[in-house]
Each structure stands twice: as structure tokens, then as C-alpha cells.
């Protein structure tokens, strides 16, 4: 009985968020969040892809632009590809797959000179890494954009037209278990009403 009432206690805890408010799926997952660069063997299937795709495209845009563009990679020999061009995705060669999130220069708000591309391309990568921590899968965002070397790197590889830019190589894999979420808040950087 002092196992079922601990474990209760447990259950109950583990759905309470900050000040005791309940904390929803949504919460959890945002909470959960890790980047996660140690995979064990296993495949993540087309479906899974696609589901984090799709939560990737329904990220905010500036004007409903939808500069975006999703390269998935599931290749073995290309995701070692990959991880032997990029120095700090060197975890790519593990996983399962990778997305690439990249932008169309001339299809995002303010025209080729803007850089809302960027902005667009940060928030659908949100949205995949937290569809890959919903999905119990683990996932970490590796930059490509800005360093041009890298750029042009994964633009000749993945033989991407010179009006789309790379932001990021997101490897997708079967989680070690090796990395924990992180405690992120620090009240001393939430202002109210002003700085």
C-alpha cells in the first residue's frame, strides 16, 4: 500500500508544473526538451518524418510566407556524408536520420535583403525539435548558417540552389538516454511591465 500511495504521489507531482498550475502534454514536452547527440541503433520511420515535418511547417511566419524548405535525410552513407563535412555534427553519422531546415531567400517577407527567413526557418526548427521529444525520439540543432564554409558545404552535398540557405542540420535518432533536460529558468530574467 505505502508503494501505491508513493507512486500516486509520484504521478501527481510529475503533473504539476511551476506554482502548482497543472501542466498539460504540451508543457511536458516543451519542459522535456534536450539536445540530444547520443543515439542508439534503430530507425526512425518515413511516418515519424513526416509527422515532424508537418509540425515544422506549422510554425509561425512572417506573412504566411513560408520561406522554408525540409531536406530529410535517412541515407546512411549520406548522414556520414554529412557528419564528415560539418565539425560539430559529428553525431549525424549515429542517427537514425537528419532534417535539414533551409531558406528561401525569395520567398520570405522583406524580399532577398531581409533576413526574415531566418526568423521563420528558427521557429519551425522549434517546432521539429519538440515534435521529435513528443515523439520520444531525440534530435539537436546543429548550425550551419552563418559560417559560409559550412553553407557551401551542405549546399554542394544536398545540391541546393544558391536562393535557399541551410540554417541547420537537425539529426533524429533513438535517444541513449544519456542526456537529461535542463532547468532553464532564471527569475532574474523575466521583467515585468519594463526593464
Sequence with gaps: MKRFIALCVTLMMSTL??????????????????SVRAYKEGAVSKEQLEVIVKAGMAAPTAVDKRPWEFIVINDKAMLKKLSDILPYAKMTEKAAAAIIVAGDIDRQQGGRESDFWMVDCSAATENVLLAVESLGLGAVWTAVYPDKERIEAVRK??????????????????????????????????????W
Design 17 to 34: 508544473a511551476f506554482g502548482g498550475e497543472p501542466m498539460n502534454d504540451t508543457i511536458k514536452t516543451i519542459m522535456n526538451r534536450k
Design 157 to 194: 552535398l544536398l545540391k541546393i540552389p544558391s536562393t535557399v540557405v541551410p540554417l541547420n542540420v537537425i539529426p533524429v535518432g533513438i535517444p541513449t538516454g544519456a542526456e537529461k533536460p535542463k532547468d532553464k529558468w532564471n527569475p532574474k530574467q523575466l521583467h515585468w511591465n519594463g
